[in-house]
């Protein structure tokens, strides 16, 4: 698995020497916590900064690990687990800027008799793939952190699309579920499922997605990725200064519908945003705190196995861009 890792990694390395002539090839997993990336698109703080970005979306961060793998990609909004397991087998790339914090939350059916995360025990509980980030933070904080419990003896752990746990929690298939926004608003709005723990409560602002990239991307295009930061600087800035706007925009993008709660009311996509940003919000500077949760991650990564080789914090961030792009350089 090394040797294959590493063998992309040098076909990759080699596809950027496609030059600066060509799009800068971003890709973001398809998350709404990774908004700043679409509100950059949408108005048009690429082209701004004269860049010519191609997006791409992608489901989650191990299918966004393929493709800069295989040097499809020059930049990638992901979560942090993925950027420092890559690291660990071979495949390097450098955290440069945050892009939100929040995101993940624990629902159980509205009528469940669950009460405390210890409950748990001995249940199904529906999550994102083993080894990805979500799941990364489910076994190490969540249950073995915070409820104290086993994530492969004391409950089954059963991996699902994000899309499909409202109907396995009503349906009795899980008795919780493990997932993100915005499909735990438009769960909760529904007023069939409630809220067990919002993690951003339990770890008030911890990072979650991040910019980062291939070495050769920085060698090759350091201009370009200055730009890009200050294009994601001026979205994040946008999200905050105005928020209606911004939550149609993302309505829009991930093609939210109305919501019919329990009592028959409707509820409008731009809601659905709004109420999503209880639990999620936005911010493109790193901060000493940053470093440290990423390095707490870690520690849960490698406690679950998820890890090759030890990756230090220090080698895996580089805040250089970050203060270039504030300081208006290039």
């Known amino acids: 698995m090394l040797k294959h890792t590493l063998a992309l990694a040098l076909i990759a390395c ?5 030059g600066a002539d060509q799009p800068l090839r971003v890709g973001w997993v398809f998350a709404m916590a990774n908004a700043p990336a679409l509100i950059a698109d949408k108005k048009g703080f690429y082209a701004a900064e004269g860049l010519n970005v191609e997006l791409r979306q992608f489901g989650d961060g191990p299918v ?24 660990s087998r071979g495949l390097e790339a450098k955290i440069i800027a945050k892009v939100n914090y929040g995101q993940a939350a624990l629902l159980a059916d509205a009528a469940s008799p669950l009460k405390t ?3 748990l025990r001995g249940k199904r509980l529906a999550s994102l793939p083993k080894g990805s980030g979500m799941d990364v933070l489910l076994r190490g904080f969540v249950l073995r ?26 349906r009795h298939v899980v008795d919780a579920a493990f997932t993100f926004e915005p499909f735990v ?12 723990l919002d993690v951003n409560q339990a770890l008030p602002n911890h990072p979650w997605y991040v910019i980062a990239a291939l070495p050769a991307t920085l ?7 200055v730009k890009l930061l200050r294009a994601h600087a001026r979205a994040v800035a946008f999200l905050k200064d105005h928020p209606a706007e911004a939550n149609r925009l993302i309505a829009g993008a991930f093609k939210l519908e109305p919501v019919q709660t329990a009592n028959g009311a409707t509820i409008s996509a731009e809601a659905i945003v709004q109420e999503a940003r209880r639990r999620l919000g936005w911010s493109a500077r790193l ?20 890890m090759g080789k030890p990756v230090k914090v220090a080698d895996l961030v580089d805040t250089s861009f970050q203060r270039r792009a504030e300081q208006g350089g290039n």
Do not use: C
């Open 14 to 18: 080699a596809s950027l020497a496609h």
């Open 64 to 87: 966004l690990q393929q493709a800069v793998a295989a040097g499809e990609l020059d930049i990638a909004y992901v979560g942090a687990p993925p950027v420092y397991q890559w690291a």
């Open 117 to 119: 995360l210890a409950d």
């Open 145 to 170: 952190e915070h409820a104290r419990l086993d994530p492969d003896r004391d409950l089954s752990i059963v991996a699902m699309p994000p899309a499909n746990m409202p109907a396995a929690l009503e």
């Open 185 to 196: 608003s438009q769960s909760l709005l529904r007023g069939k499922t409630r809220l067990l």
């Open 219 to 225: 060698s090759a295009r350091p201009a370009d990725v």
């Open 287 to 306: 901060e000493p705190a940053d470093l440290q949760f990423i390095e707490r991650l870690m520690d849960y990564s490698s406690a679950l196995g998820f």
